[in-house]
Structures are given as structure tokens and as C-alpha cells.
């Protein structure tokens, strides 16, 4: 197993990217093509063991920034850390592309150097998202990739992400549901309502509409909605539950006795907070594109892209490709 | 100031909707007209010291029932109590409809009844939303009267958004911003993109893109959506507190010294439900049909009821039709 990541991608690179590629190189045995300046790179693994570790540099001298516009950059920065890594992929170097950085450009990246899969309309960026059922989490997609779909999208969504939680997440026939305003049928945008009727003929488990309430709830294992609203849903969980965590903080803190009891209650906060933690999930992958790709938090720590590589790892190995390409369910 | 309240809307009519009109006739010194099957009313007036206060009842023999297909029932049902209320508000003999029945007939009794202001293309359902900044809350808007829209109703959101944050609850300049994927200009779905060129030119404080994490931070007073992107966000928020607020019961339950730790922190706990409470809020306006319109959770109790009764009585006091109907910012 050989992934490439871009060392020099997201707001902690290259400290905590090769940090996270030691990490995982060490914990999953497997090869981490580390993708970017090789000053830069060496720096970092100086502060290492990698003794029996097979971590190589790959030479890439231009980064594709936080705040470049994605597409331009992309274009033109051809020897960009992520434009170098997907060249690793589609040569054949390389089993997958692993970024923290600019998520647009990581996008644009993926799809231009790698392509489609031949009759896959639009990528996907999916997630991970944690629930209350007993499985504990659902996969929710597309949230970022497509801001303007149309229902064949959204039902080609149900079907990736379907593969997806069967092969690599190891769920059972995934109920797929597709966000709406109410559970009944009919309920919803014309996009949805048409969406759903092309879903109703699906070869995947299709359960109807779900609500936002049901997300948490985790009433679909696998969750398909259009980008716009996908990015909107998991951005606002990540504001909801700061809003909430804080509040309950703030209030504990004005009570005096409530100090006391917070002391007490704290290994229940971080269970919570570690539940909720996007570092647990390690990014999520671009599907549809012609090769294995997973796009993590511009935030990523160390333990975000050793949790990452790992991700990448699995789906190389579960051959998400392959299930994708074949459109069936075959395990 | 005379309200009409539909005494059978809602889960826990009409024991909790006489209940909340007693309470606020009591408090707020407004005549709540009950709307309704009178034996019914008469029943629960019958437990309440009602002394000194004008509740007089309106007889409607009919029911929009939760599980009743709106548009057809609105239609069908002449006599229901819905219909009935805004026929009052219609023919002047009251200021304003209240109502925690079915929603999506509630819209339709007052879009049917009372028509759309001249000039607006769509009403919108607004709600008031809890927020970490100092304010405490925002006001958000559609959260699911429109699925479907054009641009230019979401300019027309953010003209009523803005004009009700100023003048009912007191938010001078409201900064208006509008829902989408990133905060830069020119980042979102095609729908968004051409609202927000529309919205540049709006005489109101137009302060661009907001992101889902945005929202809860208070980033905007006033925040506009189509109604299927509202109302995903709004049931989202309800599933995702849940879930939140009942992992970390869950968590504390399961330690020992956890459990003493959470009754010293109940107060603070409580605290925070209370802020999250949608009782507090007392439901949201139908804002752009000619009537002031209230619509309220189904679930609601008599304290909701009381609060949608204070909500109407603002709004009809501060007299938002006649801001909207002229579209100029005199407070």
C-alpha cells in the first residue's frame, strides 16, 4: 500500500502532515509518499524515529495556498504538492491522494488530474458524522463538491455512498435517505421529489425522506443531500455545537457550586468532545473521481492525518474503486 | 388589541392554547378571541379564574387536523377554525391569527385568506434563533414556507428580515446576511450568488455571505434561506442539541463521581436548555401576507401559546404590515 500526501497542505503542514505520515506509516505498516519541498520535509522527519519506516520524499515546489483561488491555482501551479500527488495516482505510483489543503483546490486537483469514473456525472465529498444510534455515526454526502445539482446527482450520491458504507465502513445493507423538509413522500424541493422517485427504482436500500432532526438521530446510514445544503448542515454542527458546548461551560462557571460539580463532570465533557471530534474521523473521501481521495480539515493535526491515511487506506484496500466502477454490490 | 387565537391547533389543544390565552389576557392585558368548537373552550375556560379578562369565544365547527392534507383541508374545511381567524383578522374584528395547528395549513388558511401583501412575491416563515453573541439571538428566515425560489424572493426575505429585526424587536441597522458555502463574494449555489448581486443594492444592511457556523456565532441579525435550506437548519438544530445535550447525560450517568459532579451542575444545565427553548420564542411570523400571522410548534404549551400571543401583540403594535407595505425603515 502506497498513498501520497500533500506535505505541505493545511494550516499545521508540513509539522503536523509528517508528523501524521510517521504516525501512520509506523501504526498501519504502510508506505506514505510524503509530497512537497524536501527541505522542508527532511526538517520534519529529522524530529522523528522513522527507523524502518518507508516514508519518500517527493519533490513538489509549489503549494496551492489557503486563500489561492482554487481552479486558477490549480492550473496554474502544475507542480503543485497536490497536482504532483495526483500525478503519483494516475501514473500508477502511488493507491491514493491525501490532503489537508485548500479544499477547493483539492477538488480541482482530484478531478482534473484524475478524472470521472466513466459514467459518474458529479464527485461527491463525503463525511463522516456521528449520531445517536447504535452504529454511532451515518455517512452524509455531498457536502461540498456540487452547490448545483440535478435529481440524477443526488441519485448517483445514494448509489456511491451506499458502496461506500457497505464496502468500506462495513454496514449492512445502508438505509439511504434523502435530506428533506418533512418524511412524507411528496415533501420537499422539486429537486428531492424528483431525486426520490429516480431513488424509489434504485438497486441500493432507499428509506424515503429524512428531516434534519433525523440526521443526528440517525435514522439513515447514509445521507444524500446537494452540496450547498450538505456544507451548510455540517459547517452549522461544527458552530451548533461550539454554541452549546460554550454555553454550558459559561453557565457552570457562574454558579460556584457548579465549578465543583464541572470538576467532577469533566471526564463526561471529553468523552463528548472526542465523540463530536472531526479529528476521530479523519476526512472524507471525494467520490466518483478515478482514484482513491480524501480531503481533510485545513485544520488537521497530527492525529487528523494519521486518522486520514488511514481512511485512504481502508478504501484502497476495500477497492471503493472498483465497487464504483462495477455499480454493484459485490463484498 | 384583539387576537385570534385557533383553540384546537396543536398537539395539546385545546386544554394548552386556552390555558396560554388566559395567561397572556392576564398578563399583557390583550383580548384573545378563542376560535373554536365553543363547548370545548367553554370546558377549559371553566378551570381557569378568568375574572376581569376578555376571552370571548368564536364558534368554528371544524378542525384542520395535523394529519390533514393542508392546501385540500384549508379548502374543504370553510368552517374550521383556522379559516374562521383569519376571516376575523380579513374582516378587521381582530389584529391578528395565532395558531400551533398544521403548519403547512396554517400557511395556506393565511395565504388563502389574507393574500399576499401588494408587491411581495412570497411570504416567508421566519423564527427567532438562539446565538452566543451578545444580542442572544438572530432572526432567520425562510425556514419552510418556499422549498422553491428565485432570487428575488430572497432579496425580498431580507427586506421583511430586516424590517421586522428593527422595528419588533428592537435591532437598529440588522445586518442581513445570506446563507451559503463560504463567506467570500461569489462563493455558493447559482441561486445564492444572484441574490446576494440583487441584495448588494437593497436599502438594508446587506453584509453579504454568511456560513452554517456563522449562524449560531451570531455572525448576522438577520439571516436569509430558501425555506428548504431553513428548515432543514432549524430541525437539524433540534436533533443535533439532543443528541448533544443527551450524550453528555449519557456520559455523566455512566461515571459515579460524574453523577454527584451533575446534580451540583443541574442549575447551569437547565440554564441552557432554557436558552435553546423554543417555548421562549413563541413562534415564528408569517411574514408578507396582509395579517399578522404567528405560526407556533405543534408541540406547543400554554407558556408557548402566552409568548406567540406576546409576539402578535408586538408585531401588531409596532405595526410591521404598514413597514412592510411601504418598505421604508421609519421606526
Not at 455531498?142 to 446527482?153: I, K, M, S
Not at 453557565?251 to 457550586?257: D, G, Q
Amino acid at each position: 500500500m502506497i498513498l501520497s500526501l500533500d506535505a505541505m497542505g493545511g494550516d499545521r503542514a508540513p509539522a503536523a502532515t509528517v508528523h501524521g505520515a510517521v504516525w501512520a506509516a509506523r501504526d498501519f505498516g504502510m508506505t506514505v509518499q510524503l509530497v512537497g519541498r524536501p527541505e522542508a520535509i527532511e526538517a520534519e522527519l529529522a524530529k522523528h524515529d522513522t527507523t524502518g519506516l518507508d516514508l519518500p520524499i517527493i519533490p513538489a515546489g509549489e503549494v496551492i495556498e489557503m486563500d489561492d483561488h482554487p481552479v486558477k491555482a490549480v492550473r496554474a501551479k502544475k507542480d503543485a504538492g497536490m497536482n504532483v500527488a495526483v500525478r503519483q495516482v494516475k501514473a500508477g505510483h502511488s493507491d491514493a491522494f491525501i490532503t489537508a489543503g485548500n479544499s477547493g483546490g483539492a477538488l480541482a486537483a482530484a478531478l482534473f488530474g484524475l478524472g470521472r469514473i466513466r459514467g459518474i456525472k458529479r464527485p461527491a465529498l463525503s463525511t463522516i458524522f456521528p449520531t445517536s444510534s447504535e452504529r454511532g455515526f451515518c455517512f452524509l454526502l455531498d457536502v461540498g463538491a456540487n452547490t448545483d445539482v440535478r435529481p440524477e446527482f443526488l441519485y448517483q450520491f445514494g448509489l456511491m455512498g451506499s458502496l461506500y458504507a457497505e464496502r468500506v465502513l462495513g454496514v449492512s445493507k445502508p438505509r439511504v435517505g434523502i435530506v428533506s423538509t418533512g418524511e412524507e413522500e411528496g415533501k420537499g424541493s422539486t429537486l428531492v421529489k424528483e431525486a426520490a422517485e429516480l431513488m424509489k427504482a434504485a438497486p441500493y436500500n432507499f428509506i424515503g425522506n429524512v428531516e434534519g432532526k433525523d440526521i443526528p438521530a440517525g435514522l439513515a446510514d447514509v445521507v444524500v443531500t446537494d452540496g450547498f445544503t450538505g456544507n451548510v448542515i455540517i459547517k452549522f454542527a461544527e458552530g451548533l455545537s461550539k454554541f452549546l458546548l460554550g454555553t454550558i461551560k459559561q453557565e457552570i462557571k457562574a454558579r460556584p457550586l457548579a465549578v465543583a460539580g464541572s470538576l467532577l463532570a469533566r471526564g463526561a465533557f471529553n468523552a463528548v468532545g472526542k465523540k463530536l471530534d472531526y479529528r476521530e474521523f479523519g476526512g472524507g473521501a471525494l467520490l466518483g473521481v478515478n482514484g482513491v481521495t480524501i480531503i481533510t480539515h485545513g485544520r488537521s493535526d497530527a492525529y487528523t492525518i494519521r486518522n486520514a491515511l488511514r481512511v485512504a487506506g481502508n478504501a484502497v484496500e476495500k477497492d471503493i474503486l472498483h465497487a464504483i466502477k462495477t455499480g454493484k454490490k459485490e463484498i
